[in-house]
């Protein structure tokens, strides 16, 4: 992606969606930045995967706009549309082919439109066997190509679905929780992963371990109640006494978030 770091990819202002009357998130901003590794983060039922479902189109807002890249209003296009744009979201459970190799996966995400038996059985352009090979040797999978895809570590295979995600080129890569359930060797190989795919793209990671947080985190996003409660770098985060009241329910002016998961 061409353009400059503070370039908004993914505007989104004013964002208020209800639910039988609840509002599940009620005048929500956010801007989503390239080469940025951005969290949002927050309690149970701030809203957080809801910010996630209205910018790739599964819920629409009651009010407020979606802008990507500048120029495209994504507030009434259908969820395919939203995605063929460049907008590509992992969700948190892994849904990969488990009975086809790893290679086949990439090489089924890449070539979407050609069906099953098309990219499984027809001869591959060296075009699509570089970016197959590339992604691979990206998601650190390259040794294990030829491998059933079932038989991969829960990490692993958490890897492959980010994979077959970046093979299709998005702009904006939206993550719910990708580190749930990884070892820490898998967590810090993940956010190894995410550094190096905010390279080329913009990402959004919803989770809930502070830890992982920290360590990875070019800007976070807290949510609590629906709204914006505070954003900016971990440090000024963990320095926010409202932070602070939020996640331990008392006020502190330090070590904010390190206790709640």
């Known amino acids: 992606m061409s353009g400059s770091k503070d370039e908004a990819v993914l505007l989104l202002e004013g964002i208020t969606i209800e639910f039988d009357g609840f509002k599940a998130v009620n005048g929500m901003d956010l801007e989503l930045r390239k080469n940025e590794v951005h969290f949002l983060i927050g309690p149970n039922g701030a809203g957080k995967t809801t910010m996630l479902d209205v910018m790739c189109g599964k819920v629409k ?3 407020g706009r979606i802008v990507f890249q500048g120029e495209i209003d994504l507030t009434k296009k259908k969820e395919y549309q939203i995605a063929l744009l460049g907008i590509g979201r992992k969700f948190q459970a892994p849904s990969i082919f488990t009975e086809l190799s790893v ?4 090489a089924l995400a890449l070539q979407k439109k050609k069906g099953v038996f098309n990219t499984l059985f027809g001869k591959r352009s060296k075009e699509d066997q570089r970016k197959i090979d590339y992604m691979l040797n990206t998601i650190s999978l390259r040794e294990d190509a030829g491998r059933r895809a079932g038989g991969l570590s829960h990490g692993q295979k958490q ?4 994979g077959m995600l970046l093979v299709q080129e998005p702009a904006v890569i939206l993550l719910d929780e ?3 359930g990884m070892t820490d060797a898998e967590t810090e190989k ?3 992963l995410l550094e190096r795919i905010s390279e080329e793209h913009c990402v959004l990671v919803v989770e809930h371990d502070m830890d992982f947080v920290r360590r990875f985190a070019d800007k976070v996003t807290i949510m609590h109640e629906g709204k914006l409660l505070m954003e900016g770098s971990m440090d000024e985060v963990q320095a926010d006494a409202r932070v602070a009241e ?5 006020r502190r002016d330090a070590d904010v978030v390190g206790a709640q998961a």
């Not at 290679?103 to 990439?106: G, L, Q, W």
């Not at 890897?159 to 980010?162: A, D, R, S």
């Not at 939020?246 to 008392?250: A, F, P």
């Open 190 to 192: 993940t956010g190894e």
């Open 103 to 106: 290679e086949d996966n990439i």
């Open 246 to 250: 939020v996640y331990l329910g008392k």
């Open 61 to 63: 807002p009651a009010a």
């Open 178 to 180: 990708p580190v749930a």
């Open 159 to 162: 890897w492959l679905e980010i």
